[in-house]
């Protein structure tokens, strides 16, 4: 049997409850942590999903908008189990990103793996720098 101690955590509960925070629904679902970054040609995102089943996971992109919806389920239980502390939220995540027009949509990749989401996106070969040669007018001089 686990016992913790802590006075404010049933007022901390009832405070959730009151101002709304509560698990999220698929109407109003919870964010998820991530960090963004550029990794040479390519733009990563990364987001928290600890506990979440790869199969739970929904992955959007429509014209710019991407979004990625989770949700994590309740462990299934016997009828004998009572369950005497629970912490780890239960419910639907999302998290939307506006990409730039200089992504490559039409190539993302995505990895699961330790609970985290890895999504890889290309940038456009239309947005990467390149060199202009400069050339030679066909022009010719008039002499004299």
């Known amino acids: 049997m686990l016992m913790r101690i802590d006075p404010f955590r049933e007022l901390d509960r009832?405070?959730?409850?009151?101002f709304g925070n509560q698990p999220g629904t698929w109407s109003r679902p919870s964010a998820m942590p991530m960090d963004a970054y550029r990794e040479g040609d390519q733009y990563v995102i990364t987001l928290d999903l600890p506990g979440v089943s790869p199969d739970a996971i929904d992955i959007d992109v429509e014209r710019n908008m991407l979004t990625v919806k989770a949700e994590r389920r309740p462990s299934a239980r016997g009828e004998d189990v009572q369950m005497e502390l629970s912490e780890r939220p239960l419910g639907v995540f999302s998290r939307q990103?506006?990409?730039a027009d200089t992504l490559d949509t039409e190539h993302i990749d995505a990895d699961y793996e330790a609970g985290v989401?890895?999504?890889r996106i290309?940038?456009?070969?239309?947005a990467k720098p390149r060199k202009i040669e400069i050339g030679r007018s066909g022009r010719k001089e008039i002499s004299g």
């Open 122 to 126: 290309p940038i456009a070969e239309r």
């Open 97 to 99: 990103v506006m990409l």
């Open 117 to 119: 989401l890895t999504l």
């Open 14 to 18: 009832l405070t959730q409850q009151f």
